[in-house]
């Protein structure tokens, strides 16, 4: 199973077999090709995604920005996106790492410099 695994190059993920004996005795080189069987057709059927390193952030900005960043954020592909209002709006979210200095970049060009993405350590 193990094999089958590492043969597919999907990462993180977790296969169980559980075999009710029923009466038929497989042997040793029956089990593996059974097990090897049922793991590899288990996987793929799975619906796959690519693995997304992001990094959590938080800016502070006054309301007239809010719409404006929310939009570039969204563009962005920023997920978990967390608000609080109080004397400025508080947002946190999670953002790809790849888009990260871009990101950046968009937020302070459209806040003139007022607002920009801090890493949450």
Known sequence: MLEVVRGSRI????????????????????????????????????????MIVTVRFTTLLPYELHEAVVRKLGAHGVRNLQERYEEEVLISGELPEREWDECEQDIRKLSRGRCGLSPDA
């Open 11 to 50: 990462v993180n993920v977790m296969v169980m077999v559980v075999r009710y004996f029923g009466g038929t005795k497989l042997g040793t080189g029956g089990l593996v090709r059974a097990y090897a069987e049922c793991t590899r057709s288990t996987l793929e059927a799975l619906p796959l995604q690519p």
